[in-house]
């Protein structure tokens, strides 16, 4: 009952690593549609974001020069209609404070005909800001000037802002124009990530459902799409199911003909070897026995492969003794000891043919004797005195049953046996043990009684 039915790894199965191998790399996870998005909606946003601030820097910029030249020519008008410009004297008058370069935003001058400063405010230079008198706007390094003439004896009035306050000006507004643009830009990123975020939630909704669903199922359980992108994913899914339906219909109908086709042939040749091992000569009869062994293994394996093929199907659930399920089954030269109460819940066909491969499997694997026992409800342990394996194939075999890779792996007892468990809801495990081999039939959780 070890298992190795079959030792050769099958075609298109990896075989178990080697010591000493090389093991290829696992490839690349795949992209994720999320994070590409994401990446994408940042860069855009931030390109976006810059466009939009450098655009409305420019604007402002235009809108902060025209606006500091207004307030230059209205503060020029003002001045001209309240400064004393009858001055007793020529003679420069004295300012009217410190200068403080930190602080300097605007002057005036008030400037004669000879280019002499008659009146200055506290923050304008000593010398003209002009060199020669000129009307309208002029430009030096430090200041930008508005000139205006004067009828009362040629004079100028000039008005000046600093370069500095006009650059600080424009700063603070383009300053304000980026950071609004990107707080804007990085509100939007996000917003349009929740958005992505929760648009690619039926997706993952749909491979939810897709973990549980059946495609042979007679009733859909995917539901209706949620998103008009899924809808022909779901149609997709739907014609599987639907070919997947028609196929295992088939098959079923094959396994049905087959039942009756090939158990009604066996049990003649049975019949028919029985009678002529009573008629033939006594030096015959051990090999009409061996032929009438071979017969009667033959019939297990057809009904272990009719049961496999039954495994689809909903289990028939009764209240079974297996002590005496196994004591109706043909196993010759194996003794087979029972061990306490051995009632189960379970589908009496499928049971009795994985019992029937997993005892004849352990027969020709070279086991004389094996225990039968219930270690938990609803759990049969099949504990025989065989060679049994080595760990490394003990893992190997379990790896193949958890992951129903049988193909290459396990031979058709275990397989059996563990298609058979998992239409009962239940697995198929196999013990660590230090004589022997041991299997663990779990036939589902407890099933109530009532």
Known sequence: ???????????????????????????????????????????????????VALAVWLAARYEVEELLDDTLVASAEALHSVLPLAAPSPAPRPPLGAIHPERDRYGWQLIAADGTVLLRSALAPAEPLVPRPTAGFSDSPEWRTYGLALEEGGRW??????????????????????????????????????RVRHELQPLQRLSERLLSHDPAAAM??????????????????????????????????????????????????????????????????????????????????????????????????QELDAESLVRRLPVPGLKVAFVGDLTVRAD????????????DNAERHGAHRIVIDQPQPQCLRLHDDGPGVNAARRDELAAALADQDYEGHTGLGLMLADRVARAHGGWLRLPATDTGFQVELQLGPLVDTR
Do not use: C, K
């Not at 600093?162 to 424009?170: C, I």
């Not at 539901?223 to 339906?245: I, N, V, Y």
């Not at 009496?348 to 005892?359: F, I, M, R, T």
């Open 1 to 51: 009952m070890n298992g190795s039915d079959v030792d050769h790894p099958s075609v298109g199965i990896a075989p178990a690593a080697r010591p000493g191998s090389t093991t290829p790399a696992a490839p690349p996870p795949p992209p994720s549609i999320q994070t590409r998005l994401g990446r994408t909606l940042m860069g855009w946003s931030l390109v976006w974001s810059m466009a």
């Open 157 to 194: 009035l000039y008005v000046a802002q600093t370069r500095r306050e006009r650059v600080e000006a424009q700063a603070e507004v383009g300053l304000t124009a980026v950071l609004a643009a990107l707080a804007i830009g990085g509100l939007g990123q996000i917003w349009l990530r929740y």
């Open 220 to 317: 859909p359980a995917l539901g209706p799409a949620q998103r008009a992108e899924l809808a022909p994913m779901h149609d997709a899914l739907g014609g599987l199911g639907q070919r997947l339906q028609q196929r295992i219909a088939a098959e079923r109908a094959f396994s049905a003909h087959a039942a009756h086709a090939l158990r009604t042939p066996l049990a003649g040749i049975d019949a028919q070897l029985a009678v002529a091992l009573q008629q033939a000569p006594v030096e015959l009869q051990p090999r009409l026995t061996r032929i009438r062994e071979a017969a009667a293994r033959l019939q297990r394996v057809v009904a272990a492969l009719i049961g496999l093929f039954r495994t689809g199907v909903t289990p028939e659930i």
């Open 348 to 359: 009496p066909d499928l049971l009795a043919a994985a019992l029937a491969n997993l005892l």
